[in-house]
């Protein structure tokens, strides 16, 4: 099934063996007299000892690109986490701000508010017409529907919104009567399978099940968060875990990630692929799922000793704390509690929009404002922190949230609380899964060819009382999982630079100015060692950038760098053909953080802002972010684009003009 499953350690039956390789040049005119065996033996080594080299080059080069790849995911995710300090920020300073601003900011924070919908308001709204051809469901579900959603999905079947909504609100029933951690226990006879992180990609989990069974009573799962987002199918891996649930509440157990946190989903694909999936009922899937999504533990106990949770731990986790708090308060890790003397009273005036009053306290109409900041920082450590070698606990900068935890904090929290192993998931590996810190930490990542095709194995793991954990290991194969290593590796390089490449062009102005600093001569130039120094304290992105130079800027003979190269192969399209590279660079820049805003703030999905909101919109992201654009700038930016001067601006439509050009790539249209 995968093109990874039969490759082992030292195993040399790769494609790439059926390279040329001529060694006559290679063995000396004295070796002709040799023995015929001898030259042959001779041969064989230096062959040998060039493929060893060979390979070790090409891993290092995927090591290289699978390096860029997570630098930049982590810099995505830590500019997610700090729009939960901009939405701080705005509550903190909506009483400095004129009527307009705190109508948009109490409209913004109304909008994220969630309410228990209701079960008959919406399945009675929503028929499934006689010439809908997908699967149906029958409810109760019985392990007959898990059969017929995973033969549907094969079949790129899409389920009707209808038996979507029954199977969130009868998840969201069952969820609510669990405890924040589920208990399992296993037998020698009974073993448990543990996955991480599947991220919308179906095919992963068809093969999981492929190679180690549905769920039953018999053969339990244990799914560990992060089953949506970045793949294509994330509406079908949760339709198939959710319906496995219900029809198996204690043999199927479900831990939130980081993931399922409907901001997350606002950046990373899965609103989109929900309103693309479902345009008439999109909205009112998107509201239930919220509310199923604070509902789900928030980690799993096997056999009292082994703690399953999606990201880490810190010194101060405390699972007394984590047993007792109530989960369904944490709507988003970017909707930290609100300071106490900080609180305000939203009411609705007559036209149902929000009015907010400040000094007023009513703490149950704000998200996660009822969970203290210790309980919110408690999930927060449990989602997003990662481990690492070096002792201690300290801040996670590479992703903004949680921390990184070294093996000195493994060993006191398992042993504060009886616990002999952590598993999570959270990072992707090279090999589907890692051990670490003693052999306390495992880490386990699903989703195989996360960044690119070839880039990973996926792994799962099965455990049963009293042995040790067992790892399977796969890969999803396609036609180009059958190239040899060196062009799999050439193609993950070439996606790993265009990216990387984007984020250079995204601080070009940034960059020269450190570059220019360096640059005593104005010479156009400047050593290695001064450009990859500008590089990281620029892009923060912690990446091996003198090695990586040869891909990214010209070096002459002397070593030194034409640093301007670095922006030679790439350009951002202007909307507007005077406008100020700074404001360009920005808004590319932060285009991922303004949509967020935007989707928010257009309630009804219309995909329409008014020029005032807009103008308000950036206003308040100006201040907290520091961007330094001129008010007037925005306003001609935005008059630009209002193409029919109707006061209103498509605002998707807007971010797309900023887009980035690489060398040889044809022009886009603007707006196309």
Not at 68 to 77: G, V
Not at 257 to 273: A, I, V, W
Not at 513 to 539: C, H, P, V
Not at 545 to 550: A, I
Request: net charge negative; proline share 4%.
């Amino acid at each position: 099934m995968g093109c990874g499953n039969s490759l082992k350690k030292g195993n040399t039956s790769e494609k790439e063996n059926s390279d040329p390789v001529s060694t006559t040049h290679l063995l000396s005119s004295a070796a002709i007299t040799e023995q015929p065996g001898d030259l042959m033996v001779r041969a064989a080594l230096v062959i040998q000892n060039w493929y060893r080299r060979y390979r070790a080059r090409l891993r290092a080069r995927q090591h290289y690109a699978l390096a860029i790849f997570q630098s930049i995911e982590y810099a995505d995710e830590q500019g997610q986490m700090q729009l939960s300090n901009f939405f701080s920020f705005m509550l903190e300073n909506y009483t400095k701000t004129n009527d307009e601003d705190s109508a948009l900011v109490s409209r913004l924070f109304d909008n994220t508010r969630q309410e228990s919908k209701d079960r008959e308001d919406y399945l009675g709204l929503i028929d499934v017409p006689d010439s809908y051809d997908g699967p149906r469901l029958q409810f109760p579900l019985t392990f007959t529907d898990i059969v017929v959603l995973l033969q549907a999905f094969k079949q790129q079947q899409t389920l009707h919104a209808h038996y979507v909504l029954e199977v969130l609100f009868e998840a969201r029933k069952v969820l609510k009567q669990m405890p924040n951690f589920s208990h399992v226990k296993t037998f020698p006879t009974k073993e448990i399978t543990i996955c991480g992180d599947l991220h919308g990609k179906l095919d992963d989990l068809m093969l999981i099940f492929y190679k180690n069974g549905l769920p039953s009573e018999n053969n339990p799962y244990v799914f560990n968060g992060d089953f949506v987002d970045r793949g294509n199918n994330s509406m079908e891996i949760l339709m198939i875990l959710l319906v496995s649930f219900l029809v198996y509440p204690s043999d199927l157990h479900l831990n939130r990630g980081n993931h399922e946190d409907f901001m997350m989903n606002l950046r990373y694909g899965f609103t989109k692929e929900i309103l693309q999936k479902y345009k008439i009922h999109g909205k009112k899937i998107l509201q239930v799922l919220e509310e199923v999504y604070t509902w789900l533990p928030i980690g799993t106990i096997i056999d009292n000793e082994i703690l399953v949770i999606h990201g880490g731990i810190s010194e101060s986790t405390d699972l007394n704390t984590l047993h007792q708090l109530q989960r369904n308060k944490m709507k988003s890790v970017l909707m930290p509690p609100m300071p106490v003397n900080q609180e305000v009273d939203v009411k609705r005036n007559k036209s149902g929009s929000a009015n907010v009053e400040p000094g007023k306290v009513e703490s149950d109409k704000l998200p996660s404002e009822q969970l203290t900041k210790h309980e919110w920082e408690q999930i927060v450590d449990i989602l997003w922190s990662d481990p690492r070698g070096k002792k201690g606990c300290y801040p996670n900068t590479s992703r903004g949230g949680g921390c990184y935890f070294g093996p000195d904090v493994s060993s006191k929290v398992l042993s504060k609380f009886q616990l002999k192993m952590l598993i999570r998931s959270h990072e992707c590996k090279p090999d589907g899964y890692e051990i670490c810190h003693d052999g306390k930490v495992i880490t386990v990542f699903s989703a195989s060819n996360y960044y690119e095709e070839g880039s990973n194995r996926g792994a799962y793991i099965r455990l049963s009382y009293g042995t040790t954990p067992q790892f399977f290991q796969y890969q999803v194969t396609s036609t180009s999982c059958l190239d040899p290593l060196h062009k799999r590796v050439s193609a993950m390089e070439l996606s790993a630079f265009r990216i990387l490449k984007e984020r250079m062009i995204a601080r070009k102005t940034d960059l020269i100015d450190a570059f220019q600093l360096r640059d005593y001569s104005k010479s156009g130039k400047i050593s290695l060692t001064q450009w990859a120094f500008s590089m990281e304290n620029i892009l923060g992105l912690n990446l091996p950038w003198r090695s990586l130079s040869s891909h990214l800027v010209s070096i002459d003979s002397n070593g030194s760098v034409d640093y301007m190269s670095s922006f030679d192969d790439i350009h951002i399209e202007k909307p507007m053909k005077d406008m100020n590279s700074n404001l360009i660079e920005t808004m590319y820049r932060y285009r991922s953080d303004l949509k967020i805003i935007f989707n928010i703030i257009d309630s009804d999905h219309s995909g329409l802002i008014s020029m005032d909101e807009f103008r308000t919109m950036w206003k308040l992201f100006n201040a907290h972010y520091k961007a330094h654009i001129d008010d007037s700038q925005i306003d001609e930016l935005a008059s630009t684009v209002d193409f029919n001067k109707d006061g209103n601006i498509d605002f998707n439509e807007f971010l797309r003009a900023f887009y980035v050009v690489h060398k040889y790539e044809k022009p886009k249209t603007p707006f196309s």
